[in-house]
């Protein structure tokens, strides 16, 4: 593939704002379905599926601490990213600690969703995905780390940050399908 078109920034560009305000998160399952959108000049993934719509857990944070950050490296002729995603839950609790404790050995997929709206896939790689089972991919999210505490002063803040990462052999896609959320129940399904 040659280079056949170059990159504008125009006016909206430059007012687009900064952060994450929607964090989705779920386990790869062995019905799991991803339909990448093959336009010309598209980079995303139209749909994600799982014997039906697609059941995500949303996982809320403190305002202004998520964020992504994508490095990309290449190493004898193969480029690999590391996509990261971090966010800080407030105040230490036992059931946050639960939830927590439950992703430590997950192969997840994330969808981060900025706040110029645009959801961005993690833990999802066309470039090397299993051709029969999607689930058996060897790119997904995983938990990097976490850390935090009570602090030490009475201004101190109390919580966690976690970090998750995904190593894949292309950068984020954005997902166009939809995306129904159910903030009440910190649920969200992808699907038709």
Known sequence: MAIDTGIGVVCSNLQSTGGIKQILLR???TADVITYGDDAGEWDIDNIQSGGDAAWFVYEFKN?????????TKENGSTA???????????????TFHAMQETLDQCMMGIAIDTNDNAWVLGVTKKYANEDVASKSQTYLN????????????????GITV???ARQFELPRKYVGTITVDTSALTAITGA
């Open 81 to 95: 990213f590391e996509c990261g995603l971090s966010f800080m839950i407030p105040q230490l609790e036992s059931a």
């Open 163 to 165: 970090s998750l990462m």
């Open 143 to 158: 938990m990097a780390t976490i850390e935090g505490g009570t602090g030490a002063a009475y201004s101190d803040e109390s």
């Open 27 to 29: 386990s790869w399952e």
């Open 64 to 72: 202004e601490t998520p964020a992504l950050t994508i490095n990309g």
